[in-house]
């Protein structure tokens, strides 16, 4: 089933951060090589205040699971966010400040790193009755760092986070790839695959059902390990409707296994497959 719901976070993420860490898109959009008659060599320092600054803010309409696992799905309105004004990167809830960079022109490379912060929503178990007697997992700030690896086209992500709030009290680490095309009749495509892997924190707190937790809900302990948890693919196109206007929609897919997948707010309440969609409208500063 659909249901509507309002949610515009109004937390504003602590600025030593990243995910997204800057968008891959984004990133390479903003980090061409110089002509190799320039410079032939690898340089390394602080991120060049010459590279390229951009804005772009928007609102997009998302349809996504009720919670982590869930094979309910409910709409949303979100806010979409990309701006860089180096050192900082900002990509939706994910701050980043890309304080290292390295270049090799005649390569295509383009590496960043630096640290990062990410808002994370909880969950509240009135999101479904399949949560019913769980309690809430508070709102997560995760704290960490990220590098960005470009070659041409292609961009990947590394990043680690440790919440910091209070809320799943884990550590998220990511690894994600893109394939961004060049731009064809104002129409960009992209292309994505990632995984996540959870220390035992986030696990027991998304995935597992406590002694306590059990006394007051449906469901028997199951404790979650950490380990990978989940890897999926993501579709995306982007349209330049003006100067300044532009449109997006992306496809997405997840699929959780390991733990999270064995748990039974998933194996006997929800699905493993997890499914998300946007189409979002964006002014280009």
């Known amino acids: 089933m659909i249901r509507m719901v309002l949610n515009l976070p109004t937390t504003i993420m602590i600025a030593i951060s990243a995910l997204a860490a800057g968008s ?7 980090t061409e090589p110089r002509p190799s008659s320039e410079t ?17 803010l928007g609102l997009g309409f998302v349809a996504r699971p009720d919670y982590e696992g869930s094979d309910d799905y409910q709409a949303q309105i979100t806010p979409l966010i990309d701006v860089k004004y180096a050192p900082l990167i900002i990509k939706g809830t994910r701050v980043g400040i890309a304080v290292l960079e390295l270049k090799h022109p005649k390569a295509g490379l383009h590496i960043l790193a630096g640290p990062l912060a990410q808002y994370r929503t909880g969950r509240d178990e009135g999101d479904n009755n399949a949560l019913q007697g769980l309690g809430n997992i508070d709102d997560s700030i995760e704290v960490g760092g990220f590098m960005e690896i470009i070659v041409g086209n292609w961009a990947t992500d590394i990043s680690v986070g440790q919440d910091v709030a209070s809320g799943h009290d884990g550590l998220l680490a990511t690894l994600a790839a893109k394939y961004t095309t060049p731009a064809l009749n104002g129409i960009r495509y992209s292309y994505g695959l990632s995984t996540n892997w959870a220390d035992g924190d986030y696990m ?20 979650a390990d950490a380990g990978f948890k989940d890897a999926g693919m993501e579709l995306g196109a982007f349209y330049n409707v003006s100067a300044h206007w532009g449109v997006e929609a992306h496809v997405g897919y997840r ?26 409208l964006s002014y280009n500063f």
Do not use: C, M, W
């Open 24 to 30: 891959p898109q984004a990133l390479a959009r903003d």
């Open 255 to 280: 699929r959780l296994f390991n733990d999270a997948a064995d748990s039974p707010l998933v194996k006997g309440a929800g699905s493993a497959n997890q499914y998300q969609t946007l189409i979002g």
């Open 204 to 223: 027991q707190n998304y995935f597992g059902v406590s002694n306590a937790q059990s006394e007051t809900s449906v469901y028997a302990p199951y404790t």
């Open 40 to 56: 032939k060599s690898i340089s390394i320092g602080i991120i060049s205040s010459s590279e390229r600054d951009h804005a772009s």
